[in-house]
């Protein structure tokens, strides 16, 4: 069997938590340039502590900005995609960065905290968003990159508020989904949002980078499993959600990636004119869902195949799903496919696996 | 760790010689390296295969890796049980989680393979 250790040089960035990861037996993989735990123990028991109770990640690698000023909601509403102007105040909103072509250059998270914007974009399109925003500036608006000086955790699970509810007020663990607070905490402000990327209930938790070890010491003590980028992968696959340079790259609108519901087009943001254009291109390929017979999984590039065996579209990402044991996809197929229950073919290795177009997301958490 | 009885190769696959036959598996090095075995795929009995040819692939979450012979000779079994708990492998790698018995051709070249100290000391030398 082959080594399956990469020996690559040792990637340049770590985040605050990387001595924690490595005390704590993560097994330290490049992603973006940073070193990250994919693991700590087995990728399906880290999904599955998720599924069922609680588990907590290391994102502090994505890149968290403020922006401040009197023109900083303009600013931002003509970089991102969604409506911005009617968020509440602590409210969250995902979005997309488009160019002026309508490609994805990032999917985001607004926040209209008290005192700033809050915009979290992908470590990988870090550089990419601020070269664009300050390739479009306003007067009267200022970015502040608060990435290295905080750490975030997502902490993620039905029982995520059994994990916290000893440190975090009440006000906290009664957060409506996509709202966020600031809580004072031992002198620091900590920025915390009910947010996430798996499909289960949960908080992201912003703090300073100081406290980053003794917070995922906490959580760790509290009940909550360490995750890694893995089980990150995995679920977020299972709740039908796009990853950046997958279902999402420069090449890729929104409309065909079925994220229509974030672009306002009442409003005017670059790559508006394109997207109206775009809006009605029914040549596109568009994303779904496939779910596969058998146990091998699809990867990111596998053909899609009629029942003739032509190639009608390809994979972005794929995996076997722990929660559903079946092996799950999502692909950018001819629109004609991408019918629910239509069957197709896919192309694993050399194999010709049967597989049938399915709705999203793959899993729903249950309502409580 | 590794049995004694058994022989390596460098790929970590390990032989258990059975007069003309022998018996093939992965090592627990192996195993705990992949983790989350969701798949295994065993060549079909009759396939002849030479000392370093593919002999299978075994597929995690995360990656699908080759298996290759440690030997030359023919598939006279596979182990059935795979198919239906992948993760045996990882359990019992040694014992029921065996993959593949060989009708060996020939003599077994033992020459490329190393004995359980030879294997540690090269697993001890990857970084991982």
């Excluded at chain 1, 905080?150 to 006000?171: D, K, N, Y």
């Excluded at chain 2, 075994?58 to 030359?72: F, L, M």
């Amino acid at each position: 069997m082959d080594d399956c250790q990469s020996h690559a040089p040792v990637p340049a960035l770590q985040t605050p938590l990387h001595a924690w990861h490595v005390a704590n037996k993560g097994r330290m993989v490049d992603f973006a340039g940073f070193s990250m735990p994919v693991q700590y123990t087995s990728i399906i028991s880290e999904h599955l502590a998720v599924r069922k109770s609680a588990g907590f990640f290391d994102v502090s690698h994505m890149g968290r900005l403020l922006i401040r000023g009197e023109a900083a909601l303009e600013w931002l509403d003509r970089i991102v995609t969604c409506r911005l102007s009617d968020l509440a105040v602590g409210q969250v909103r995902y979005g997309l960065v488009c160019n002026e072509q309508g490609g994805v250059i990032d999917d985001v998270l607004v926040t209209r905290w008290p005192d700033a914007w809050g915009l979290v974009v992908n470590a990988s399109n870090h550089e990419a968003v601020v070269a664009w925003m300050m390739a479009h500036p306003v007067t009267d608006a200022t970015m502040e990159d608060v990435t290295s000086s905080t750490v975030m955790l997502a902490l993620q699970g039905p029982e995520w508020w059994r994990v916290v509810q000893s440190f975090f007020p009440e006000s906290i663990l009664a957060l409506p989904y996509y709202r966020g607070a600031i809580v004072a905490k031992d002198g620091a402000e900590w920025r915390i949002s009910r947010t996430g990327y798996t499909g289960e209930d949960g908080v992201e938790i912003v703090a300073p980078a100081a406290v980053g070890e003794a917070l995922a010491n906490s959580l760790l003590q509290s009940g909550a499993m360490a995750c890694g980028l893995g089980a990150r992968d995995t679920l977020r696959l299972e709740a039908g959600m796009p990853l950046y340079g997958h279902e999402l790259d420069i090449q890729t609108n929104p409309f065909q990636a079925g994220l229509g519901r974030s672009v306002d087009m009442s409003k005017e943001f670059h790559g508006c004119k394109a997207l109206e254009a775009l809006r009605g291109d029914v040549h596109a390929p568009v994303r779904v869902g496939l779910i596969l017979d058998g146990r091998r999984a699809a990867r990111q590039g596998d053909q899609v195949l009629d029942g003739d065996g032509n190639q009608i579209g390809r994979v972005t990402s794929g995996t076997f799903s722990p929660t559903l044991e079946r092996p799950i996809a999502m692909a950018y197929i001819r629109r004609e496919m991408a019918v629910t229950g239509q069957s197709v073919s896919l192309l694993v290795r050399d194999t010709h696996v049967p597989g049938q177009v399915t709705g999203l997301p793959f899993y729903k958490r249950q309502a409580r | 760790m590794n049995p004694s009885d058994l022989r390596y190769a460098k790929t970590h696959e390990w032989v258990r010689a059975d007069g003309d036959e022998c018996v093939i598996g992965l090592t627990r090095f192996a195993v705990d390296q992949l983790t989350d075995v969701t798949y295994i795929q065993l060549p079909i009995v009759g396939k002849k295969v030479k000392a370093g040819d593919g002999l299978g692939e075994i597929e995690s979450v995360k990656a699908v890796s080759d298996i290759y012979a440690p030997v030359t000779g023919e598939v006279v079994a596979v182990n059935a049980d795979l198919s239906r708990d992948p993760g045996l492998v990882s359990r019992d790698p040694y014992g029921a989680g065996w993959l593949v018995r060989l009708r060996v051709e020939g003599a077994v070249e033992s020459g490329h393979l190393m004995d359980a100290r030879a294997y540690e000391a090269q697993v001890s030398e990857t970084p991982h």
